[in-house]
């Protein structure tokens, strides 16, 4: 698998995970089999490319140990362990992809190179490496914005929402709202069995800070709107002797309090209502972003995602490799969205709202509409901060390949912008415009096979784009820009080691 003499890259995702007093720093690693990629068969290109996902071996760092030059020590260990060759392996990783924590830096460790030093300044130790960071982890930050505005009317929000959460997350207190409010009702029996159906699904749990939690939250909760009208508040100061040492399902005084206000003040009632509709178009709209983001290039829904897992009995290897759509400017359409959404397109908003109008609550009615137009703003320039740099010089490089990825009907248009693209890029780069280009940059700009495989392609004097150059293009193109898959193994570090 590691053979020097194949033609083979890695993409390095590596993450720590304080347990038990302990560090502990895993990571996994795409081996990505590149030899049967041919500039000349590019239709067939990423049909041809196996993916390998291997967990490297844990590191257990030290208490004061957490640091980059540890973690960089840890980081050595993990490769020899796995790949037996330090060196080769630095060659050939293609990508870091971690949170915005301590490992962010280890892309830019740097080593004195003693073979061939370059001025004699010391060069990244992984050179040819692109620094991502997870744009999961991004985007909590994007979405995180959302809690501050609404100043005046958050707090007391967050707690009704959390109240709601705390009461229907929990199934005892499910089914007895179904048999008080729904069974020994005096609605139609028929209503009855359909409404019961509805609340037969428990609430998710809301967690503040994680704002995924709030969107599940906030769906549940407009859904069953008119069956949650039905609560009746002291049911919950009920529950809160019954539930009282039991973790995430105890009530506070102010839960409590929140909710009571929630059935005794209609303009509290109006209010939150009308502000969890107006917060659930924002969030959807984040929703949306991770859902794209987690998906592929070549399965363009859901549906079609789940049908290949079904087939094969694994998801789509091309998840959450959305570097070359990024590079052309995919953010773009998630933000001309984002500037598109108001409270009027959408029905259930809008309605809430201009019921505050009509009932004179106009100042809690503006108080929702302002903090929407500042919940965009504050979107919209946290989500381009997060994403401008996958379009900059040497991110955007592997928009080239575009031509590959696109539709058939699509492809003489993107051959032609490729070539455009690669015309521009050296024509910048000769004349000094292209300053900042980065270890990456330079070995595709001043490396005498990809400099002129770019100036021919460019110039249309290829038919096809030399191989290569094709090559590395497509090693930087399989990163990874999503860290889930990482984090959802940190249990592992319960797993008893044991031999047989």
């Known amino acids: ?13 590596i993450d720590s995970s304080p347990q038990f007093s302990r560090d502990y720093l895993v990571s996994e690693v795409d081996h990505v089999d590149l030899s049967k990629v041919f500039s000349a068969q590019w239709h067939s290109t990423f049909r041809d490319i196996v993916i390998s996902t291997r967990l490297m071996p844990i590191q257990v760092l030290g208490r004061r140990a957490t640091n980059t030059a540890f973690k960089y020590r840890a980081l050595l260990r993990m490769l020899h362990l796995e790949t037996g060759d330090i060196d080769l392996a630095k060659s050939r990783t293609r990508s870091f992809l971690n949170d915005m924590g301590v490992e962010s830096k280890l892309s830019l460790v740097t080593e004195q190179d003693c073979v061939n030093p370059v001025n004699g300044l010391d060069r990244r130790a992984f050179s040819d490496t692109l620094p991502l960071h997870d744009l999961d982890h991004g985007m909590h930050h994007v979405m995180q914005e959302l809690v501050d505005c609404w100043p005046e009317l958050g707090q007391v929000f967050d707690r ?4 709601f959460s705390k009461y229907f997350s929990k199934r005892d207190n499910v089914e007895r709202f179904c048999k008080f409010r729904i069974w020994e009702s005096n609605m139609p029996q028929a209503a009855k069995a359909t409404l019961a159906k509805v609340m037969m699904h428990t609430c998710p ?63 509290s009632s109006g209010t939150f ?67 598109s959404l108001t409270i009027a397109r959408d029905k259930y908003a809008n309605e809430k709202v201009e019921s505050l109008k009509r009932n004179l609550y106009v100042s809690s009615a ?39 990825i696109c539709g058939s009907d699509q492809v003489q248009q993107a051959m032609y ?25 330079k070995k595709f700009f001043g490396h005498t096979e990809f400099s002129q495989g770019l100036i021919r392609w460019g110039r249309s004097l290829d038919v096809h784009m030399n191989t290569n150059l094709f090559r590395e293009l497509v090693s930087y193109s399989t990163s990874m820009l999503v860290m889930q898959r990482l984090e959802a193994k940190h249990h592992l570090v319960h797993v008893t080691y044991f031999t047989i």
């Not at 698998?1 to 890259?9: E, G, I, V």
């Not at 897992?309 to 759509?325: A, S, Y």
């Not at 989500?383 to 080239?400: D, Y």
């Not at 490729?418 to 940059?441: E, K």
């Open 160 to 163: 009704q929402l959390n109240a």
């Open 366 to 404: 503006e108080q929702i509409c302002l903090g929407f137009v500042t919940a965009k703003n504050m979107l919209e320039g946290r989500f381009i901060q997060l994403t401008s740099f996958l379009q900059e010089v040497p991110w955007n490089l592997v928009k080239l390949l575009r031509f590959v």
């Open 205 to 267: 749990v809301f967690l503040e800070h994680r704002w995924q939690y709030r969107f599940e939250v906030l769906q549940w909760i407009c859904e069953r709107e008119q069956l949650l009208k039905l609560l009746d508040p002291a049911t919950v100061r009920d529950a809160r002797s019954r539930d009282e040492g039991h973790g995430e399902h105890e009530f506070t005084d102010m839960d409590v309090d929140a909710l009571q206000l929630l059935y005794a003040d209609p303009v």
């Open 1 to 13: 698998m590691y053979d020097q003499r194949t033609s083979w890259c890695l993409h390095i995702r």
């Open 273 to 339: 209502w009308a502000l969890a509709y107006t917060m659930l178009v924002l969030c959807r709209w984040g929703h949306d972003v991770i859902g794209w983001l987690h998906g592929c290039w070549c399965h363009q829904d859901k549906e079609s995602r789940d049908k290949h897992k079904k087939d094969t009995g694994k998801p789509c290897p091309w998840n959450g490799r959305r570097l070359i759509e990024l590079s052309c400017g995919a953010a773009a359409g998630f933000i001309n969205k984002l500037r």
């Open 417 to 441: 912008d490729s070539r455009r693209d690669a015309f521009t890029l050296m024509s910048n780069y000769q004349a000094g415009r292209l300053t900042n280009i980065g270890d990456v940059g």
